[in-house]
């Protein structure tokens, strides 16, 4: 069974930065594919960032050119960095993982493991 632990959630300012990181227990086939996920109170959970292990990424349009996802497989740990932090930035962060199918396309990925959730407030 594969654990992710998220961790970096805070509070900020609007323009400010937060860097989210999320330990991943293993590197298997089933965590081929990594991702971010975010859902505001009263909203749909959305997809935030993608990273195949071979580093090609995705973006929510809402993030490009703000945020950063990495990993860095000595350390088995995925990371997002957020740049220019606005309002609406404002949700509950999830990290998850699964296989590569649909990594690429974005709408056909379904992760099998999901993070416990890290708070992410940016205030105006």
């Known amino acids: 069974q594969v654990q992710l632990v998220e961790s970096g959630g805070g509070s900020v300012q609007a323009g400010g930065s937060l860097r989210l990181s999320c330990a991943v227990s293993?590197?298997?086939?089933?965590?081929?594919?990594m991702g971010w996920f975010r859902q505001a109170p009263g909203k749909e959970r959305e997809g935030v960032a993608r990273?195949?292990?071979?580093?090609?990424?995705n973006y929510a349009d809402s993030v490009k050119g703000r945020f950063t996802i990495s990993h860095d497989n000595a350390k088995n740990t995925l990371y997002l960095q957020m740049n220019s932090l606005k309002p609406e930035d404002t949700a509950m962060y999830y990290c998850?993982?699964?296989?590569?199918?649909?990594?690429?396309?974005?709408?056909?990925?379904?992760?099998?493991?999901w993070g416990q959730g890290t708070q992410v407030t940016v205030s105006s």
């Open positions: 293993a590197y298997t086939y089933s965590t081929t594919c």
């Open positions: 998850a993982a699964g296989a590569p199918y649909g990594c690429y396309s974005g709408s056909l990925w379904r992760p099998n493991y």
């Open positions: 990273i195949h292990r071979d580093g090609n990424t």
